[in-house]
């Protein structure tokens, strides 16, 4: 199907920077909808940020004006550049791919992201 390998985690001070990166393989298309998504322990799965393929960003509200999402089109690739990281943006980051074909969502295996003093 699709298969996506997240990169780019790592522990970063509050206030630091870290860019992550996604690449998709296998059955995709380049008119699919992707995007990043974070999960805490004991936390439901939540939206970050989305681009479609006509590169229209989506972001939530909690890092909105942080986070930058961009998309390669070739590659095909995406990649989430944080800024002014807080300790609540811990958490594993997964990328996503909503499927054009069937509307299906496939999901990497997720990068860890630890904000901490």
């Known amino acids: 199907q699709v298969q996506l390998v997240e990169s780019g985690g790592g522990l970063v001070h509050p206030g630091g920077s870290l860019k992550l990166s996604c690449v998709a393989s296998?059955?995709?298309?380049?008119?699919?909808?992707m995007g990043w998504y974070r999960q805490a322990p004991g936390k439901q799965r939540e939206l970050v940020a989305t681009?479609?393929?006509?590169?229209?960003?989506n972001y939530s509200d909690s890092i909105k004006g942080r986070f930058i999402i961009s998309r390669d089109m070739v590659k095909p690739m995406i990649h989430l550049q944080m800024s002014r990281l807080r300790p609540e943006d811990s958490g594993v980051y997964y990328c996503?791919?909503?499927?054009?074909?069937?509307?299906?969502?496939?999901w990497g295996q997720g990068t860890q992201v630890t904000v901490s003093s």
């Open positions: 296998g059955k995709y298309f380049g008119i699919d909808d």
């Open positions: 681009i479609s393929s006509g590169l229209k960003e």
């Open positions: 996503n791919v909503k499927s054009w074909l069937n509307g299906d969502d496939y």
